[in-house]
């Protein structure tokens, strides 16, 4: 029957591992029979045998990335099948780890028939003496992420054809586990070939010849070896506050937490600050703390746990970003923030009932006036130039000086909150944040003034015996080796 494509696999061994009535399907065959590659013993004692193959290697040298090939055998097999049913050889089986035969259950060109092979996952969990209940996943080596890996499981990698690949697997394992661990290279599996090697981590590219039956197997690593990753993290702020943990963490409530984390935050502000990118890594791992703090809280609380905060920004940032994840056509800033206003609004739905909601109550004064300004510019209640806001201050700063001049406290107190709300419009016109550009200043300052206590302390004398001139000696002395 034409358009029929039949596909056998060859198993993991020798031709011993071959089922009888597929051996015999195999010699009975009178047309060549269609195979992805030679390289298997099987294909060596048919061939002995008399049967004629026709192999897709060819496509491997042509061909850099591995995807191409599968596309192209899978294109000409079913070329091939147009007049004719055919055979289709892969070695193992069919349903394990074989990227031509999904492309060829996914076409409707032709039926394909999946008839048979062994598994070599049966003699691998034996040679290994490992029980895969405990934990095991199987990665095509030559199409994974590493974010895809789970350190805690029995991992083997199949698919090892080269050592190209195998040097992409070490290299992707060595992000996270050490240069020296342990790992096995397993050869024909429950074969008379069979070979296993116990070799470091770092060899693992160059130490062995590797080929179509090559699979390499990596054993779980301890949990202090992951304590990089975010379900290591998890585990230990669940320890913390479980049975036996901090008492401490066990006491703390949301509401206990809610000053740690505006100071987290600001010293994440000085080390960006700072340009200290060894204080930046420390300082936000002190703000996922946090997270993880009131995620746990949650949990325990049975109210939320750490998976509903990163499916809700997950989701968020999804949704706000159609230019991205969907149609949406933004291709300038003033798009995406047009886009973002629009999505935000839909979200948040009948809940604001002003332009002005949405800013958090505690946020410094500096920072709001900003945010204030931001968003009644957004409904055109801002000045075109910065011209009349330069005319503003100067107007505020004269009723300072009269409320000043007439005592009036509480004005003087008023009219000093206007100036500093001008100045955060001024800073917003010229893209400038004003809380942080006040914080540099106050770095600035500190940095200068304890310049002026060292060096009068190198003279010998107290800070308060030194004169405003000395200070001021000092103080631009400072500026100028800044």
């Keep these: 029957m034409a358009n029929k494509i039949e596909v056998i696999g060859l198993g993991a061994g020798d031709i011993n591992q071959l089922p009888l009535g597929i051996y015999k399907k195999l010699i009975n065959h009178k047309q060549p029979i269609y195979t992805r590659t030679n390289d298997h013993p ?20 042509k ?15 079913l070329e091939r099948a147009k007049d004719n049913s055919i055979i289709y050889t892969i070695p193992g089986h069919p349903m394990l780890a074989e990227k031509t035969v999904q492309l060829l259950l996914e076409q409707k060109e032709s039926s394909v028939e999946i008839v048979g092979g062994q598994s070599y996952l049966d003699d691998l969990f034996t040679v290994l003496k490992i029980d895969p209940i405990e934990g095991f996943q199987f990665i095509d080596g030559t199409s994974f992420d590493r974010s895809q890996l789970n ?26 586990l ?9 050869e024909a599996a429950g074969s008379k070939s069979e070979i296993i090697t116990t070799i470091p981590l770092e060899e693992l590219d160059h130490a062995l010849e590797v080929g179509n039956l090559t699979s390499v197997y990596v054993p779980p690593a301890p949990a202090d070896m992951l304590n990089h990753t975010f379900n290591r993290l998890r585990e230990v702020i669940s320890k913390l506050r479980g049975p036996g943990g901090c008492p401490w963490d066990q006491e703390q409530t949301h509401e206990t937490l809610r000053e740690y984390a505006i100071e987290e935050v600001y010293e994440l502000i000085d080390a960006i600050d700072n340009q200290d990118d060894e204080g930046i890594i420390e300082e936000l791992g002190d703000i996922l703390l946090q997270v993880m703090l009131h995620s746990q809280i949650g949990e325990d609380d049975g109210y939320f746990m750490v998976d509903d905060v990163i499916k809700s920004i997950t989701d968020k940032m999804i949704h706000r970003h159609p230019h991205v994840f969907g149609d949406t056509k933004a291709d300038t800033v003033t798009q995406v923030y047009q886009n973002w206003d629009a999505l ?20 410094p004064s500096l920072s709001k006036a900003s ?3 931001e968003k009644a510019a957004k409904v055109g ?25 007439k005592k009036e406290n509480s004005e003087v107190e008023k009219e000093f909150g206007d100036v500093l709300f001008v100045i955060a ?58």
């Design 42 to 61: 099987v294909i060596d004692s048919l061939l002995q045998e008399g049967v004629s193959f026709e192999a897709f290697d060819h496509y491997y040298e």
């Design 63 to 77: 061909n850099d990335q591995f995807e191409d090939v599968y596309v192209k055998i899978v294109d000409e097999l």
């Design 151 to 176: 350190y805690r499981h029995h991992l083997v990698f199949c698919q090892v054809y080269d050592a190209f690949i195998a040097s992409n697997v070490k290299l992707a394992l060595l992000e996270d």
């Design 178 to 186: 050490t240069p020296d661990y342990p790992i096995k290279v397993v």
């Design 344 to 363: 935000k609004k839909e979200e948040k739905g009948n809940e604001r009932t002003s332009h002005l909601d949405g800013i958090p109550k505690h946020f």
């Design 371 to 373: 945010e204030l300004q």
């Design 381 to 405: 209640f801002e000045w075109s130039n910065t011209e009349p806001v330069w005319q503003k201050l100067e107007e505020e700063i004269m009723e300072v000086k009269e409320a000043i001049e």
């Design 425 to 482: 419009n001024l800073a917003r016109y010229y893209k400038i944040n004003a809380e942080v550009a006040l914080n540099q200043t106050n770095q600035k300052f500190m940095s200068r003034f304890r310049y002026i206590e060292k060096q009068l302390e190198d003279e010998g004398k107290q800070l308060a015996d030194a004169s405003l001139e000395e200070m001021d000696y000092y103080w631009n002395q400072a500026k100028g080796e800044e």
